[in-house]
């Protein structure tokens, strides 16, 4: 078994979140919490990314779930593509009106660092964590490449020469690609130089660009990919949960593959910061009403998505100690 230090890195939680807190209450305009909000009958969602990728899927699976069994009246999607999500939330950070959804998660932790956004997660309101999805590794159907032992060699004896396509630069994809190096031997250090990694914007140019042979393999969650395995388009060689997933049940784990690596890709929802403590329940209420339905449980199914659902100080936590986690990990790789 080829093995580094394990490199378990979803995210596992502890600390209570001060500065977040704050941004969801604390800076409240002053009479605004003091009596309760008006309830929102209408909410926007932003997916900042181009449509057909993960963040799309969920956005537009909310506003499907949301509309249909009438929680709310509208939930109209805008897609703000850009940067692992940093062009969107610095969108957000300039929105005034509090019924306002933005669709995050794990890529959107990493592009911050690895874009120096000038706005973080911190100065905005926690909603909630909705799924936790895992990862795939896939080479184009023709590939010579039939292992993941195979792809992950030829990358540290060739470098450069071998491409691996996934999302936004220090997002899920491009530190699973970076773990599997380190947990092949390769030293933190020299991973960017040894890694030929091409962002893409999701969806659709990820599909073209392995389909048309542009590029030695592709990394994405297991929702974007699965019907190009299931057609023959594409071959998956690992996925990168801790158990196989019932969509590719006869796909092994990166660890049953040979390296101790497991990574999943979380996804969930913002508001804009200084929203009064009421206005946050209130969004709150509606994403767990939304939650709680049948469509919604139909909806991770079909996509493979594990339900991951947290809201209030238990999601705040989560957020404070998964920035920690992964400014961590990207550091101790060399993407930042």
């Not at 964590?129 to 030829?154: C, I, M």
């Not at 450069?160 to 380190?182: C, F, K, P, R």
Request: charged share 20%; hydrophobic share 45%; aromatic share 4%.
């Amino acid at each position: 078994m080829k093995q580094s230090r394990i490199a378990a890195v979803t995210a596992v939680v502890a600390a209570a979140a001060l500065a977040l807190t704050a941004c969801a209450g604390g800076n409240a305009p002053s009479g605004d919490s003091g009596g309760e909000a008006a309830a929102i009958e209408d909410v926007k969602i932003i997916v900042p990314a181009d449509p057909g990728g993960g963040w799309d899927q969920t956005g537009r699976a909310m506003s499907k779930v949301l509309t249909d069994d009438k929680i709310v009246g509208s939930a109209p999607v805008s897609n703000v593509g850009g940067a692992g999500g940093t062009v969107g939330l610095a969108q957000l950070a300039n929105e005034k009106d509090p019924a306002t959804l933005m669709v995050m998660g794990l890529v959107m932790v990493g592009a911050i660092e690895t874009n120096a956004s000038a706005v973080r997660l911190e100065e905005t309101t926690p909603i909630a964590r909705l799924t936790d999805e895992a990862l795939v590794v896939v080479v184009p159907a023709e590939s010579k490449y039939k292992t993941l032992e195979d792809l992950v060699e030829d990358i540290v004896d060739k470098g450069q020469e071998v491409t691996v396509t996934g999302g936004s630069a220090g997002g899920a994809d491009h530190i699973l690609a970076g773990l599997l190096l380190e947990a092949a031997g390769v030293d933190g250090a020299q991973i960017p130089e040894k890694l030929n990694y091409t962002p893409n914007s999701g969806g659709g140019e990820a599909v073209s660009l392995l389909i048309g042979n542009k590029v030695a393999a592709g990394i994405s969650g297991v929702a974007e990919f699965v019907q190009y395995v299931e057609d023959g388009s594409m071959r998956a060689l690992a996925v990168s949960g801790a158990e196989p997933v019932a969509s590719l049940p006869d796909v092994p784990t990166i660890t049953e593959a040979g390296y101790d690596v497991v990574l999943t890709n979380w996804r969930g929802v913002i508001a804009p910061g200084g929203i009064s403590d009421d206005e946050r329940a209130e969004l709150e209420r509606i994403v767990t009403e939304m939650h709680d339905t049948g469509a919604w449980t139909e909806e991770l199914e079909t996509k493979g998505w594990a339900d991951a659902f947290l809201t209030g100080d238990e999601f705040d936590s989560f957020l404070e100690e998964n920035i920690t986690d992964i400014t961590g990990t990207l550091k101790n790789i060399g993407l930042i």
